[in-house]
């Protein structure tokens, strides 16, 4: 058992044996002493720290102080009922306060206790249930704000976990003390019964036992009972103090000394109106003018003080803040960290970004995180949004590790309306173009919007303009966003329910690495990661056989077939594709060269641009009827068939005949030939 432990039980384990075995008057003085200088350390610890949280065991403190401060009362009773002799410290205490009278000591014992039961404990038991309620009302809204600040990239994931944590402890802390308060109140009631039943009870087996007068019987136990009280309720009201400064403490940045001063004496202009006011209250009035007037003076040179102290602040301030800046070197190992995502705006777009002007731009890119997780089954990296004033007013730029790799402008204030394709009637409107997929469109104004939208224009508002060109910017990249972390913390994710899986996978079939470069490759042609119980089963029962991670993703896109015919093929309907002449597949398997770093095409160049003059010619054709443009090839070639055409064509979807489900219909319009 460690020591603490020990201590802590000993403490509770005395304050049980006292109510019950009878104590002797010296032992008793040193558990009195020892009580009274408990409670000034937890006095003093609250007042000084810095935040409510450095206390965050009160409660706990608040309830076995009160047992064993209690169990100490009751011992003290036993020996003032017994034999009037509860020790030197309740005597003392008794005398010192009365200064021998006992009226007078009686007085001073009840106004002790009523400020501390009407003024502390009743002020503090307040302050702590409103605290406590309005603790718990602004949770959702801190939540929200950190959320807000991790997505934006002010903070990372371990910052943020420990700002919820922290929010969860102050909650649990102020709900706590919200109870805990009761503890006092209820001490101080005790205190109160005990001290009437240590005075009457005292008289009467006094006066019963040995004859004494009822006079001497009051005068003999109103001391002990004063000072019996007295030396209990000393250290009830400095642990109701310091109930009361932990409920009230709003600084966290701060001494509370520090803050008193500061905030009291750093204003010279009002000790100066203070100084004043006692010099007039000192010779004007018959108050005492020597005091009024020495207090008026010592306020004024006070602020005289002050407002030069602030003075020679400001200036070495001043001096030292511009030596500082031509000295100090510049700490360039913040300028070496590249954000994966960054979309940087003019000063006009900002208002979209604020959310005390009403823009929801936050709320969108937020959005457009869950979406990409829902879609692609991947975790998209923190979007850091900053305003960039070089950039024009209604500009935006969109980064992906610090290169730009696309950018749009917008008319704020206006609307996007794009003619569909059915739209006959013309409206009038600025000409420009749609960000994301470069379609012909109209800025209009508001007053337009609800005519174009009855025409049948969709119109789309600037936030929306922005967070779609964003989320496809993102899909884009999305392969290249991935990095072996992120593969790392899906394995994770996945080895809590499937460990058998992971353990026969990881390490011993295929490193992180490879993993990583088979989800990128899924991830490149749009292809979901989200079904990883799939692709991680696909890629242990191939990997034994093959580590060329081509291949292997192409495994992983059969298994996947169902995932893939539902994207691409709409059921009960045809859809029209183009095929891929076996020729031109007999051809490419031809000039294909292994490596030990994988395959590669040695094509004929003249062959490639008939091939790719081809593929031009009937991607037209399906772009014509308003159809995507799919390629169907045979399964050994697909892979690299898309690698010799995906330089030219950005969106052209190459599946093989292995990744579509037996009931989806197709209909050839066409066919790739040389």
Excluded at 1 to 28: E, H, Q
Excluded at 115 to 127: A, P, T, Y
Excluded at 581 to 593: F, H, R, T
Aim: net charge negative.
């Amino acid at each position: 058992m460690k020591k603490t432990d020990l201590a802590i039980g000993l403490y509770i384990l005395a304050a049980i044996i006292f109510l019950i075995v009878p104590l002797p008057s010296v032992i008793l003085d040193v558990l009195l002493a020892l009580n009274l200088a408990i409670s000034m350390v937890i006095l003093f610890n609250a007042l000084f720290s810095r935040e409510v949280l450095n206390m965050s065991t009160f409660p706990t403190i608040l309830l076995f102080t009160t047992v064993f401060r209690i169990s100490l009362n009751v011992s003290a009773t036993r020996l003032i009922l017994k034999n009037g002799n509860p020790g030197n410290v309740v005597k003392t205490f008794g005398e010192f306060v009365g200064g021998g009278d006992a009226v007078l000591g009686i007085i001073v014992f009840i106004i002790l206790l009523l400020v501390q039961f009407l003024v502390i404990n009743k002020g503090s038991e307040r302050v702590a249930e409103v605290t406590a309620r309005f603790t718990l009302d602004a949770m959702p809204g801190k939540q929200m704000a950190i959320d807000a600040d991790l997505n934006t990239g002010a903070i990372n994931d371990a910052q943020a976990r420990e700002r919820r944590e922290k929010i969860q402890e102050e909650s649990n802390f102020f709900g706590s003390m919200d109870g805990a308060t009761k503890y006092v109140k209820g001490d101080a009631i005790a205190g109160l019964i005990i001290t009437i039943i240590n005075l009457a009870g005292g008289m009467i087996m006094e006066m019963m036992r040995n004859g004494t007068s009822a006079g001497e019987a009051f005068s003999m136990y109103s001391v002990l009972t004063i000072g019996n009280g007295l030396v209990n309720q000393i250290p009830s009201l400095m642990i109701s103090l310091a109930t009361g400064i932990l409920v009230t403490k709003v600084s966290k940045e701060a001494d509370i000394g520090d803050l008193l001063v500061k905030q009291l004496f750093s204003i010279p202009k009002v000790l100066y109106v203070v100084g004043g006011s006692l010099i007039f209250l000192g010779i004007a009035t018959p108050l005492s003018t020597i005091v009024f007037t020495t207090y008026g003076v010592i306020f004024i040179v006070t602020g005289r003080v002050i407002m030069e102290v602030h003075s020679i602040e400001e200036q070495v301030a001043l001096e030292e803040g511009s030596t500082d800046e031509i000295r100090k070197p510049e700490n360039v190992n913040t300028l070496l960290q590249v954000d994966p995502i960054e979309l940087e705006f003019g000063y006009g777009i900002i208002p979209l970004a604020d959310v005390n002007q009403g823009g929801d731009l936050l709320d969108r890119v937020v959005l457009i995180r869950r979406q990409i997780a829902l879609e692609l089954g991947c975790v998209v990296p923190i979007i850091r949004l900053r305003d960039n004033i070089q950039l024009n007013p209604n500009q935006y730029v969109i980064k992906i590790k610090g290169i730009e790799v696309s950018e749009g402008e917008i008319l704020f204030d206006h609307y996007m309306a794009m003619n569909p394709g059915y739209v006959e009637e013309e409206i009038s409107g600025i000409p420009t173009f749609e960000p994301s997929f470069h379609l012909p469109a109209l800025w209009i104004t508001e007053g337009q919007r609800e005519r174009a939208e009855s025409l049948g224009y969709t119109v789309v508002d600037p936030p929306s303009i922005i967070a779609t060109h964003l989320t496809e910017v993102i899909r884009s990249h999305i392969s290249e966003l991935l990095t072996r972390q992120d593969v790392q913390n899906l394995i994770d994710n996945v080895q809590e329910a499937n460990s058998t899986l992971i353990s026969e996978l990881v390490p011993k079939l295929l490193g992180v690495g490879e993993i990583q470069k088979v989800l990128q490759n899924l991830l490149k042609e749009g292809i979901s990661i989200r079904d990883l119980i799939t692709i991680f089963e696909t890629l242990a029962d191939y990997a034994p056989t093959t580590r060329d991670t081509d291949v292997l993703t192409e495994y992983v896109r059969q298994s996947l077939k169902r995932a893939i015919s539902n994207k691409y093929f709409p059921p009960k309907e045809t859809t029209s594709v183009v095929t891929l002449d076996p020729k031109i597949e007999q051809e490419i398997m031809g000039s294909i060269k292994q490596t030990e770093q994988g395959a590669y095409i040695t094509l004929d160049p003249e062959k490639t641009q008939n091939i790719i003059h081809s593929v031009e010619e009937e991607v037209e054709k399906l772009e014509n009827l308003g159809k995507n443009p799919i390629i169907i090839t045979s399964p050994i070639v697909r892979m690299y068939f898309k690698k010799l055409t995906q330089d030219y064509f950005k969106d052209l979807i190459v599946i093989s005949y292995n990744e579509i489900e037996s009931n989806v219909e197709l209909q050839s319009v066409g066919m790739v030939t040389a």
